[in-house]
């Protein structure tokens, strides 16, 4: 079956504009979560969505990011007014079940931001 | 808070010899522990998860771990690597609050012929 999916796959942008990055989770699945992976480090979580909830937004860094899944299954993350420091691998994850510990959480292929 | 710790940055084998990756936790409440292997432009795959059952998981393309809580660790083995083993690999415990993972900084793995 289908995976979780992410667009654009690359994304440069300049300095000060606004980027909005999609992620399609596997159908069905309720929990969902956004990491940012900088170059050379692992995945720091973002936020996290219990289908169109956002019960945690502790990880974004900036009142500039933003994120919604208004109806329960597509998520889009956004950041305005770009800065450099907001070069990353953006990556997408779901899972089934509902703030499970043990749940595994299926990767997208991720979204790479360059900002110039 | 939960987090994991992966000694060594890179880690390169032989084709055919032991793989070892180690990765050492510390958590205030009983571990969820996770293993996930990054290929180049591609995103995470689970390897394998340890969800207080057995102690020594086993997980795809021969891959296991062993949970030691005298040890906090929950090093990554496989008794032969392949060339195409070569990727970087994630260590993660599984946050008390909503199941966020919290990842270490990964490990690169080389396997030369």
């Known amino acids: 079956g289908a995976g979780v999916s992410q667009s654009p796959r690359y994304k440069v942008a300049k300095r000060g504009q606004d980027v909005a990055l999609r992620c399609d989770p596997i159908s069905g699945h309720v929990s969902l979560f956004w990491y940012q992976q900088a170059l050379g480090q692992g995945p720091e979580f973002l936020t996290y969505?219990?289908?169109?909830?956002?019960?945690?937004k502790s990880g974004l860094p900036s009142d500039r990011f933003f994120a919604e899944r208004p109806e329960g299954s597509v998520s889009t993350l956004k950041i305005q007014r770009t800065q450099q420091e907001d070069s990353a691998v953006y990556l997408c994850?779901?899972?089934?079940?509902?703030?499970?510990?043990?749940?595994?959480?299926?990767f997208g292929p991720g979204t790479r931001l360059t900002v110039l | 808070a939960q987090s994991v710790t992966q000694l060594g940055s890179h880690v390169s084998v032989s084709e055919g010899a032991l793989v070892l990756l180690r990765c050492n936790y510390s958590s205030s409440v009983p571990p969820y522990l996770f293993w996930y292997v990054q290929y180049p432009n591609q995103g995470l795959q689970l390897l394998l998860k340890y969800t207080s059952a057995a102690t020594l998981v086993k997980g795809i393309n021969g891959f296991e771990a062993e949970f030691k809580k005298s040890e906090t660790s929950f090093h990554l083995t496989k008794p032969s690597a392949h060339m195409s083993d070569a990727a970087e690999y994630f260590c993660?415990?599984?946050?008390?609050?909503?199941?966020?993972?919290?990842f270490g900084k990964g490990t690169s793995l080389l396997v030369t012929p």
């Open positions: 993660a415990v599984s946050d008390f609050s909503f199941s966020a993972l919290n």
């Open positions: 969505f219990q289908n169109e909830a956002q019960l945690d």
């Open positions: 994850a779901s899972s089934s079940r509902t703030g499970s510990r043990t749940d595994t959480q299926y």
